[in-house]
């Protein structure tokens, strides 16, 4: 038997292990259903669900060993993180209760939210579980653990629409994000935050449209995949680092040492 030749302990002994990823893969880029998928492979549709369900587990147990945090770039003169949250639309949930934790004003329907976090380099070094649409930004940090990774007097970067200044306040952390002010003059200060944010907010938003090129992520996602979307959104976050780096350093004024 070869590397590549599956035994006993794999989902199934009809298709090598590279079929078997490539599937896994086709269903994160296309999104294709399980019936075109078992035609393509000429593999039942049971069979197709268990290799998704093993492979899409396996690569998660591989890829969260690796502590993204800790290999962030780092600088004396630069932000620790910025932070952003997406959204991913779903079928709307059966029970009542779930309907109104998923619904998402923002997006007018029910979506799963998650917290991405990236450093300087556009490397992604945070990715939480998901939540409810209905969520508040202060609620996925203070749950998400980005608050055990960070501590007193670090320096975070977000778009003024993020909300989660009373999280992070509670730690010292601070939070740096465009004024909200219309018509008004700015200070110094307030025009380098908001210069700095936007050109790494450009950044963060490549990134997650990288990640949401994967159709089950932009797609809405069916009631059968949603006890998959926490480990499917991780791993799709995860791959995104296998790519060349996207970003490049900005260095930042004294405003924020």
């Not at 030749?5 to 292990?17: A, C, F, H, I, M």
């Not at 969260?64 to 004396?76: N, V």
């Not at 936007?198 to 069916?222: M, P, W």
Request: charged share 25%.
């Amino acid at each position: 038997m070869t590397a590549n030749q599956p035994d006993s302990k794999w989902p199934t002994e009809k298709l090598r292990l590279s079929e078997q990823l490539l599937l896994t893969l086709i269903k994160y880029r296309l999104n294709l259903d399980y019936l075109l998928l078992s035609i393509m492979f000429k593999i039942g549709c049971r069979t197709v669900s268990k290799i998704f369900s093993y492979w899409t587990n396996l690569m998660y147990d591989k890829l969260s060993i690796i502590d993204f945090w800790s290999l962030r770039a780092k600088s004396e003169s630069l932000y620790t993180v910025i932070l952003d949250c997406t959204e991913i639309p779903i079928e709307k949930p059966i029970s009542a209760e779930e309907q109104q934790i998923t619904w998402s004003s923002y997006k007018n329907c029910n979506t799963f939210k998650g917290l991405i976090g990236i450093d300087e380099a556009g490397t992604v070094i945070f990715v939480s579980k998901l939540f409810g649409g209905a969520a508040t930004d202060n609620t996925i940090v203070k749950n998400s653990g980005i608050l055990e990774l960070l501590s007193a007097g670090d320096f975070i970067l977000a778009d003024r629409g993020f909300e989660a200044t009373d999280a992070l306040s509670e730690k010292g952390i601070i939070l740096n994000k465009p004024p909200k002010k219309k018509g008004l003059q700015m200070s110094e200060t307030e025009v380098a935050t908001t210069r700095l944010v936007a050109s790494r907010r450009i950044n963060v938003e490549r990134i997650i449209g990288q990640a949401k090129n994967s159709r089950i992520l932009s797609q809405k996602v069916d009631h059968s995949m949603f006890k998959h979307m926490d480990t499917i959104f991780y791993v799709i976050f995860a791959l995104v680092n296998i790519k060349a780096s996207i970003c490049k350093p900005v260095k930042v004024d004294c405003w924020c040492k």
